[in-house]
Every structure is written in structure tokens, then in C-alpha cells.
């Protein structure tokens, strides 16, 4: 009985912490495809290979899943942004610069964009992106995009601020209006770093009167394979509006085998006895 008692102790806290883990690698692989199904990478983002996972929630909505559609008056506020590193060797610690930026519709040119929000030398405190000592280039903007222009993406980017950063004198001080901008222009002038997180939702206002060149399709579970060992694809809706649909699926999977790795130790212990 002893035995079994120490192995039930010994056991908890290791399925547990290779749960979690493998739930953010799912996490992670699932935005990933969310980026390339929507066509912010490579049309945005050249790459994107993220070290921890994004959050955003507004007053009136939270955890905001990937593409989800919103209202202007849901977005309207600045939101609360919460960092979750990807594993334990990521350092959430030093400065970074924050950026939101409306991608436009699908198949949009991305070379000159809008930009909603921009500060720079934002920190991490207790897992929540703090603007306390950040330099606020242009303040949170809430979307508004023309009516019947299509649903807007609006990509919220944290990206690694090393100390060699030096922006462009035209966004070196703080108070610069909503105005279009070349973000990977800024990007590589201003000597920052990769980007660590990112997420997106779209705002539509009125009825679409353009004809999208690119369409988006649901994150199929075959897409996270390399860390569920899933097989099979997904039949359901786009997840643009709905959130990572069958990369939660494929996190039951992964959950399943810390819980049979546990049920091992619990019949090794039996054994023994």
C-alpha cells in the first residue's frame, strides 16, 4: 500500500505538468496554422514560429479565439493581452514592442497597412503585457473599417525588443495618429527581434461587397500531427469565426497519453506490492 501511495504522489504532478505542456505545443501549432490558412504568412508575416501563445480579451468578450468575428463595439477598448510561454526555456523577461495592424480582407496587399496600435519597450509582468514604462507611438485605436469593404484582420503582434533596437525618427516619439505604415519596413529598420506571439480576430461592418481572391478553410487535426499523432481532417465550419475547432480535438489525444503513462505507474506499483 505504501508503494502504491508513493506512486500516486510521484505520478500526479508529472501527468499533470506533461498535460499542460502538451496542450500549449497544440496551442502553438494551431495558431501557426490558423496564420497560414488566413494568409498572414507568408502575405504579413514572411515566417512565423512563435515561443509562446497570445490571449487577447476585451471588456465584453474573452479569450478571444484565432480570426474570431467581433462587433466594433466589442473591440472598441484597448484589450488586456496574457503571454504564455510554450515551455519552460522560454524567457518572457526584457522589453518588447507591441503592434496591431489591420491586415485588411483576404488577398489584401500587405505591404503598406494600417496601423491600430504601436508601443515600444512594453514588458511581461505575471504573464500580462504591461504598457507601464512602454513609449505609446500610436495608442490603441479600436478597428473601424468601411462598411461593406469585408471582414478585416486585425493581427495583434508581440515581438522581441533587443537592446540594439533604434526606430525610425518619424516613429521615435510617442502620439502619432492612426495612419498607414510598412510594418516589415519598421520591422527591419528598427532592428527588432522575432516575433514571440501573436493572435487576430476580424470586425465587418455592413454587408461585403467585394469578392474575396483567397478563402480560408478550418485548421484540419492532419495539420498538428507531428505533435497529437491525430489522424483524419476535420468536416466542420471555417474555425476563422469559431475558434481552433479540431486542434482541440487533437488535444484530447495528446491529454490522453500523460493519463496513460499514470495508469502504468499506478499497475507497476500494484505489482510490486
Known sequence: MFILSVALVLAIPFVAAQSTSNDTAVQIEAIEAHFTQADLVPALLATFNPSA????SFDSVTNVSPGQALTQDQVAPTPTLTITPANSSVDLTGNYTLAMVDADVVGSDESNITRHWLENS????????????????????????ASGSGPHRYVVILLQQPSS?????????PNIGVSMFDFNGYVKDSQLGAVVAANYFTVEVGTSTVSLSITTSAVQSSTLASVSGATGTSTSGSTAAT????AKNAASVVKA?????????????VALM
Do not use: E, K, R, W
Open 122 to 145: 512594453v514588458t511581461i509582468s505575471n504573464g500580462v503585457v504591461s504598457n507601464s514604462s512602454a513609449t505609446a507611438i500610436t495608442s490603441y485605436a479600436g478597428p473601424a473599417p
Open 53 to 56: 501563445i497570445m490571449t487577447i
Open 243 to 246: 475558434g481552433t475547432g479540431s
Open 165 to 173: 533596437f533604434s526606430p525610425p525618427s518619424d516613429f521615435s516619439q
Open 257 to 269: 497519453a500523460p493519463a496513460t503513462l499514470f495508469l502504468g505507474i499506478v499497475a507497476l506499483a
